[in-house]
Every structure is written in C-alpha cells, then in structure tokens.
C-alpha cells in the first residue's frame, strides 16, 4: 500500500514565516515527510488576492521556499513547488468554480471576516473564490484520478482506493476542506469518480500559538504588534527581549490555566513544542523559581532553534541559481501529477 498522499500550501505574504506558522503548522510539514508522500506549495496565487506588490511577491516567494527547506523540508523526498509554475491550479480551479454554488461560496466566513477588513465592495472576486482555487490546489494531488485516456472516453484502471489523501489543517480552514470534499464529490457524481475526498488531518503536535503581548488573540503576521510576535529570521537579540518582555499575570507559579494565566500557559505551550518535555513536567521544573528563569530558559529554546534556520535560510538565498534549479525540479514533479490529472478532468468534463 503506498504512503498517504498529503498536499498543503502556504502563503508568500511576509519577509518571514512567524513561530505560530512553525509551531501551528511548517514543523508538521516536515515531520509528515517520514510516513507521507508529501506536495508542499508556496501559494503565490492566493497572494494577489488582495493588492500586493510584485517585487515584494517575487521576493516573498522565494524567501518563504529558502525557510520551508532551511526548517527542513527535503526536495528529494517531497514535492516543494511555487504554486503559479504548475498552471493547472489555476485551470482546475476554473473547472470547480463552475460547479460551485453562488450561495455556497457566499457562506466562507473566512472570506466574511478578510471582505469586512477590507470594507467589502473594495474586496476583490479573486478573494471571494479563493477556497475553489484551494480545493484545486488539492484536487490536482488526488491520488490516482482514474486512467482515462484523453479523447478516447477510455476507462483503463479504476481507482484501487489504497492511497489516502490528507490535508493539514487548523480550525480555520476546516470550512474550505469540506468544501473541497463536497465538490470532489459533485465532480465524481456528474462525471465520473475521479478524486478522492480529501481527509482534514490535524498533525501530532501542532500547537495554537498566542500573541506575546495579547495573550488572547493568535499571533498572527496581519494582527500583532511587533513586540507580539517572533519572527523566524529574526536576530537572537531581539527574540531574547521579547520572550523576556512577554506578558504574563501578576502571580509567580509557572503553571498552566488558559483562562487566567494565559500568558504563561502559551510560554509553557511554546517551551514543550520545542523541548518536548510535557506541560507536567516543565510545571514541576520551574515550581518556585519564578517566571525569569523559565523565561530565560525559553529564550535559549527559541534562539536555539531558529537560529541555525535563519543561518541556512541567508545560505539558500545566496545562491539564486541553485534554490531556482530546486524549484524548478519540484514544479516539474508537480506538473507531471497535474497534468495527469488534468488529462482525465479535461477529458470527462467534454474539452
Ligand atoms: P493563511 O492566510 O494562509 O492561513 P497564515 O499566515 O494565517 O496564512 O497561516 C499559515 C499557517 O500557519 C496556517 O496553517 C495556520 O493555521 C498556521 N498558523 C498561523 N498562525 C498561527 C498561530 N498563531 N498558531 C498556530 N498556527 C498558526
Ligand atoms: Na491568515
């Protein structure tokens, strides 16, 4: 039986990736390497959804790959693509968003929340279908889309069913799985079974991260302040001050409780992510000695990690040459797979 077949994307839209992204989900990616056969895709297109600038696009772009592979991510034993070299995103979206609900695609509330940020008339379309381009981004990758040969209305080699098909996922994209799902299913009902319904899979160990300064609300690139969120590339320096900075409660006891201690408890989260020693065992570590220690100690965790990234992220983007010739060799892979499943869309839909 061959390995699950795991797809995900993320957006170019910052000079760096933030420890939420590592914690919540680009650690996952690499991990998932081990028991997966795994697409990882820097999601250019979903990037000019809102107004952006191309210079800054093309930098980010690169620069975000430059983390994935510093964090990790192997090109030999992953496919690690930018999204708008593999065309067929963008032509399998347009296949999906025929089949989409007008209705349907209105209940987002993703696209709810970022069209009231944006005031919505000034929102674009592209926004608006933004999940059908992502249920493409993962239908593409379905494992073995039936064998059709093109033109011939052939059906060689049904499905064998043995692969699964997953996609990582936080709270906030469960809504845009589902829909992948259901239009996976409206394609095989009205044309023929071609995809497989994608699974939501929520990764051992992804971890919600909170912002160092409101410990309420998500560190977020768009949300928080400077001194709330760490980013990957960030100097030592400043990462030290701002763990030492963050915002606890006026008691001592480094103990966990989300509801009135929640500073603490998202530097506990942060410290057994990184550590692996359990909330328990930390708790029992640090009874008594205050929170300068603990905090220190986390710094040393956060630097520690990041800081070798950081160093082989400046590597990669040094040698222009060599990170196009990778990017190049996954978008080929990429493209094989997509075409493939193209063929056999193309072909069941009438072109
Ligand atoms: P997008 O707009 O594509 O969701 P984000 O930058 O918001 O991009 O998130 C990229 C990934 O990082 C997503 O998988 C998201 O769930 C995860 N992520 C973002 N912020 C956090 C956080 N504070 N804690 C945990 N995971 C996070
Ligand atoms: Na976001």
């Not at 820097?42 to 107004?51: F, S, Y």
């Not at 394609?187 to 023929?192: D, S």
């Not at 409780?257 to 029992?284: Q, Y």
Request: charged share 25%; proline share 5%.
């Amino acid at each position: 039986v061959a390995a699950p077949r795991v797809l995900s994307g993320i957006q170019p839209t910052a000079d760096s990736f933030h420890l939420g992204n590592y914690l919540g989900a680009l650690r996952q990616w690499v991990a998932l390497q081990e028991t997966h056969d795994a697409f990882y895709c820097v999601v250019d297109l979903h990037a000019i959804t809102v107004e952006h600038d191309p210079a800054a696009l093309r930098r980010r772009t690169r620069v975000s790959a430059a983390q994935l592979l510093a964090m990790g991510v192997d090109p030999d034993r992953s496919t690690l693509f930018v999204q708008s070299q593999v065309p067929e995103h963008a032509e399998l979206a347009w296949v999906l968003s025929c089949l989409t609900g007008f209705g349907e695609a209105s209940r987002m509330t993703q696209f709810k929340d970022k069209a009231a940020k944006q005031g919505a008339s000034a929102a674009s379309v592209g926004l608006f279908t933004y999940p059908i381009l992502q249920a493409a981004d993962i239908l593409l990758y379905s494992p073995e889309p039936g064998a059709a040969k093109p033109g011939t209305g052939e059906r060689t080699g049904e499905r064998t069913g043995e692969q699964a098909f997953h996609v990582p996922v936080g709270e906030d994209q469960r809504q845009h799985v589902e829909l992948t799902r259901d239009l996976a299913g409206r394609f095989n009902h009205r044309f023929g079974t071609t995809f497989v319904e994608p699974e939501a899979y929520i990764p051992r160990g992804a971890a919600k991260i909170t912002d160092l300064q409101d410990p309420t609300s998500k560190m977020s690139k768009s949300a928080s302040s400077p001194q709330g969120i760490i980013d990957v590339l960030e100097e030592p320096g400043p990462m030290r001050k701002k763990i030492m900075r963050a915002v606890t409660d006026t008691g001592t006891e480094v103990r966990f409780d989300e509801e009135n201690k929640a500073g603490v408890s998202n530097l506990l989260r942060i410290h057994s992510a990184l550590s692996g020693d359990t909330v328990a065992d930390l708790e029992a570590r640090y009874a008594g000695s205050g929170y300068g220690q603990f905090k220190k100690d986390l710094a040393e965790l956060v630097t520690g990690t990041f800081t070798p990234i950081r160093e082989r992220t400046l590597k990669l983007l040094d040698d222009e040459d060599a990170l196009d010739r990778i990017l190049a060799h996954g978008a080929a892979r990429a493209g094989e797979v997509a075409a493939r499943t193209m063929d056999v869309v193309r072909d069941r839909v009438g072109f």
